[in-house]
């Protein structure tokens, strides 16, 4: 089935840095989701962007998107301990009612 | 406080036993989730339900089982079937209105088999 991949697998930064993660898609998609997971808990929802927007921004994050390469970035600038956590994207294909997600990138945040 | 509760945090289940993980939400969603996580790796979804007494099977359903008898809650039973349970389990629900929109995830279910 259709899946986000995530890359790279694990990113470890010192605090105060910008951290990016890239997801490449397989499919045609109306939307692409960004999650965040702490370990042992749940995701936590942190942007959408549709398939007919290029950039989106919440805060510190930034989410690009290029649905002629399918794939999307998010970027965290000015990185803080606490945001060390796992981070996927969640994808679904035209016409399906699924979401599917990738494996994720693990991040690291030094202090 | 809305919001969406898994229970137990932490199951154990010996072999040749079913077990029922507890999924509630209070935030009116028509639909709910259960996706299944095995370390270091993504989700795969299980079941799926976009309304009440209806569900349909996600990408790896055999040995689990659901049930949809009210809005509220989706529990999913993990079968002796299901011959490699450990992982852990979250449950997320939706408004249903639209195809991959926002999840609400619980705090999920480590299942363990003793």
């Known amino acids: 089935s259709q899946q986000g991949e995530e890359d790279p697998q694990a990113l470890s930064i010192q605090e105060g840095e910008n951290a990016t993660m890239n997801c490449s898609y397989k499919t045609s998609i109306n939307n692409l989701q960004w999650y965040r997971q702490n370990s042992g808990r749940g995701l936590v929802h942190l942007i959408l962007?549709?398939?007919?927007?290029r950039e989106k921004h919440s805060g510190r994050l930034r989410v690009t998107l290029d649905t002629s390469k399918k794939s999307s970035s998010l970027l965290i600038t000015a990185s803080r301990a606490a945001d060390t956590a796992s981070y996927f994207c969640?994808?679904?294909?035209?016409?399906?009612?699924?979401?599917?997600f990738g494996a994720g990138t693990r991040l690291f945040v030094k202090a | 406080d809305g919001g969406i509760t898994q229970s137990p945090k932490y199951l154990f289940r010996k072999e040749g036993q079913n077990v029922t993980l507890s999924c509630e939400q209070n935030?009116?969603?028509?639909?709910m989730y259960w996706y299944r996580q095995d370390p270091g790796q993504g989700l795969r979804l299980i079941y799926y339900s976009q309304i009440v007494n209806d569900f349909q099977k996600g990408d790896i359903a055999e040995g689990y089982s659901v049930s949809r008898e009210k809005k509220e809650s989706f529990p999913l039973t993990v079968t002796s079937a299901q011959k490699n349970p450990t992982a852990f389990y979250l449950c997320?629900?939706?408004?249903?209105?639209?195809?991959?929109?926002?999840?609400?995830f619980g705090s999920g279910t480590q299942l363990s088999v003793l």
């Open positions: 969640a994808t679904d294909a035209r016409g399906g009612f699924k979401t599917i």
């Open positions: 997320a629900s939706s408004t249903g209105r639209s195809t991959n929109e926002k999840l609400f």
């Open positions: 962007i549709r398939s007919n927007e």
């Open positions: 935030l009116n969603h028509d639909a």
